[in-house]
Structure formats: C-alpha cells, structure tokens
C-alpha cells in the first residue's frame, strides 16, 4: 500500500516501431482500476500518436470496473486515430466481455503476434 492506502500497480511495458505493448500482471477490478487507469493515462500522453496492446495472459479476473478502464482507453485512443487490441485473454475475463457485451467495442486477439500481425497489415 501507497501513500493514502493506495495500492502500488506498475505497468510493465515495451515499445515497438509504432505501437505499445503493455503487459498486465494483476486483476483488473474496482480495487486496481483507479490506478491503473491512471499509469495508463501517463503512458498515453508518454506515446501519444502510438497503438496499443494489453497483453492479459497474467490476468486471471476482470470485472465491469476494469472493462471500463480498458473501454475508456480504447475510445481515447480512438480520438486519436489509434487503436488498442487486447491478447492472451482467458476464459474467464472472455465471459465478463461477453456477459457485459463489449465484444464489439474491444478487438480481442487470440495472441500478442495476432494482435502486432494486425496493426501492421
């Protein structure tokens, strides 16, 4: 816990040609939201005019509170002319997208490499 009882959430993260790849490694719910929706607005104004991918292949569980957050960075990057894919999503955090209908709002990948093969075709 940070200061204020805030809990402490780094993205770990990589750049590549035009796009960034962000790595995930902790659910994504009203606890962890707040603050990673703030790392993620820091990483937005630090790469504007990049693409992004979430890499979800540690997320074990998601809920409509972290949906939001990536639904918000998906529209921003939108605004911006970017995209955001997400990859390696588990059945779990599938059915939250599904049961909360937001599968024609995320491009969802099977894989990172789908997801990279799809921003540069």
């Known amino acids: ?3 204020f009882g805030e809990i402490m959430l780094s993205l770990k993260y990589k750049k590549k040609d035009n796009y960034i790849v962000v790595y995930f490694e ?3 719910d009203i606890r962890t ?18 693409s992004f991918i979430f890499n ?15 639904i918000l960075t998906a529209k921003k990057l ?3 002319g970017k995209v955001l894919r997400i990859a390696n999503l588990n059945n779990a955090v599938k059915k939250v997208i599904k049961i909360l209908d937001a599968q024609s709002i995320i491009d969802i ?3 990172e ?5 799809s921003l540069i075709n």
Request: cysteine-free; hydrophobic content about 40%; charged content about 20%.
């Open 113 to 117: 490499e789908e997801a990279i093969n």
């Open 33 to 50: 939201s707040p603050v990673i929706e703030r790392r993620l607005e820091t990483l937005l104004n630090q790469y504007e005019g990049f």
């Open 26 to 28: 902790f659910p994504l």
């Open 1 to 3: 816990m940070g200061v």
């Open 56 to 70: 979800f292949s540690q997320v074990a569980y998601i809920n409509s509170a972290g949906l939001g957050v990536i």
């Open 78 to 80: 939108e605004k911006k």
């Open 109 to 111: 990948y099977e894989n």
